[in-house]
């Protein structure tokens, strides 16, 4: 049976100062703590999905810059397959700015660079890299065009296609049908459905949106609070585990990769999910977007005593 992952995406290069707080406009605060890493959601869920047990393919572009170099080597060093992580001689490698506060929140800029040009092509010249896979991993640092022929390759091939929509952006119809799993955040999820998340009656509601526009495997992340798992026979609030906070920049990436692994790994999605969920909620522990991400021994060795939150109203 495959346990493969092709995850394709972005790579960005992360800059990080950690602050008591994030800056107002106009405001300049000395004394924070810098440090650089790897970053880009594809890139981030990659590492998840390898550190979670799966093997790991990773279709983007960097730069042909040193900082495009340094991502290739991170990747291969994560023991990802990077042969079709393609060099784009006339574009700068992605890199993301980022600010992180006492309580573990973040503020993000992102310029996007090679990862803008992504292209269908570069799908159909990784064809045969995606044939091999048992789920298709996409998010939204590509271009849609690109996004659109990854889902229809995976198919062509039989894969599970999972899309984490983010970062946020209206989509149509047309292509979320196509997609098998949805893993939104509360803000991505308000944003394609219309409906906010109140209480656990919306995210019904939302769950139910979803399967009208085409999607019948739902799962909405709620920071602390755990994963909302929302399928045709079943919804069920998984809670999350009470940590404190460090950095919350990578959990929906640990997540999204995470879950991706354990399917592939064979288990069912609400298994799979409760894994990916005790996953980001060691993710958030940990300073940076990719350093974040567990072994799987970890994830399995999640002690016990971290009793989980319930959904607030």
Same mark, same amino acid.
């Given at each position: 049976?495959?346990?493969?992952?092709?995850?394709?995406?972005?790579?960005?290069?992360?800059?990080?100062?950690?602050?008591?707080?994030?800056?107002?406009?106009?405001?300049?605060?000395?004394?924070?703590?810098?440090?650089?890493?790897?970053?880009?959601?594809?890139?981030?869920?990659?590492?998840?999905?390898?550190r979670s047990?799966?093997?790991?393919?990773?279709i983007a572009?960097?730069?042909?810059?040193?900082?495009?170099?340094?991502?290739?080597?991170?990747?291969?060093?994560?023991?990802?397959?990077?042969?079709?992580?393609?060099?784009?001689?006339?574009?700068?490698?992605?890199?993301?700015?980022?600010?992180?506060?006492?309580?573990?929140?973040?503020?993000?800029?992102?310029?996007?660079?090679?990862?803008?040009?992504?292209?269908?092509?570069?799908?159909?010249?990784?064809?045969?890299?995606?044939?091999?896979?048992?789920?298709?991993?996409?998010q939204l640092?590509?271009?849609?065009?690109?996004?659109?022929?990854?889902?229809?390759?995976?198919?062509?091939?039989?894969?599970?296609?999972?899309? /984490?929509? +983010? $970062?946020?952006?209206?989509?149509?119809? !047309? =292509?979320?049908?196509? %997609?098998?799993?949805? @893993?939104?955040?509360?803000?991505?999820?308000?944003?394609?459905?219309?409906?906010?998340?109140?209480?656990?009656?919306?995210?019904?509601?939302?769950?139910?949106?979803?399967?009208?526009?085409?999607?019948?495997?739902?799962?909405?992340?709620?920071?602390?609070?755990?994963?909302?798992?929302?399928?045709?026979?079943?919804?069920?609030?998984?809670?999350?585990?009470?940590?404190?906070?460090?950095?919350?920049?990578?959990?929906?990436?640990?997540?999204?990769?995470?879950?991706?692994?354990?399917?592939?790994?064979?288990?069912?999605?609400?298994?799979?999910?409760?894994?990916?969920?005790?996953?980001?909620?060691?993710?958030?522990?940990?300073?940076?977007?990719? /350093?974040? +991400? $567990?072994?799987?021994?970890?994830?399995? !060795? =999640?002690?016990?005593? %971290?009793?989980?939150? @319930?959904?607030?109203?």
């Amino acid at each position: 049976m495959k346990n493969k992952v092709v995850v394709i995406g972005s790579y960005n290069t992360d800059l990080t100062i950690k602050t008591a707080r994030i800056p107002r406009p106009g405001e300049t605060i000395i004394g924070g703590i810098f440090s650089e890493g790897g970053g880009g959601k594809g890139a981030n869920q990659a590492v998840a999905a390898v550190r979670s047990g799966a093997d790991v393919s990773f279709i983007a572009r960097v730069g042909n810059d040193i900082l495009g170099n340094e991502g290739i080597q991170r990747l291969t060093n994560e023991r990802i397959e990077t042969r079709y992580i393609l060099r784009d001689a006339e574009v700068a490698t992605g890199v993301a700015f980022i600010v992180v506060d006492d309580r573990g929140e973040n503020s993000i800029v992102v310029a996007s660079g090679a990862n803008a040009r992504l292209s269908p092509a570069d799908i159909e010249t990784a064809k045969d890299e995606i044939s091999t896979a048992s789920v298709i991993l996409v998010q939204l640092e590509s271009p849609l065009d690109t996004i659109r022929a990854a889902i229809k390759k995976a198919h062509e091939y039989g894969a599970t296609v999972i899309l /984490n929509p +983010a $970062p946020a952006q209206p989509l149509e119809q !047309n =292509l979320l049908r196509e %997609i098998d799993i949805i @893993t939104p955040n509360e803000v991505e999820a308000e944003m394609l459905t219309g409906i906010k998340v109140t209480d656990e009656n919306s995210l019904r509601l939302i769950t139910k949106k979803f399967f009208e526009l085409g999607i019948q495997k739902v799962l909405i992340t709620l920071g602390s609070r755990g994963v909302f798992v929302g399928l045709p026979n079943t919804m069920e609030l998984i809670p999350g585990f009470k940590v404190k906070p460090i950095d919350s920049t990578g959990a929906g990436d640990v997540f999204s990769g995470s879950l991706a692994a354990f399917l592939a790994l064979g288990m069912s999605i609400a298994d799979a999910a409760k894994m990916a969920n005790a996953s980001a909620s060691i993710s958030v522990t940990r300073m940076g977007a990719q /350093n974040c +991400a $567990p072994s799987r021994i970890e994830i399995e !060795n =999640l002690p016990q005593r %971290i009793l989980p939150h @319930t959904l607030r109203h």
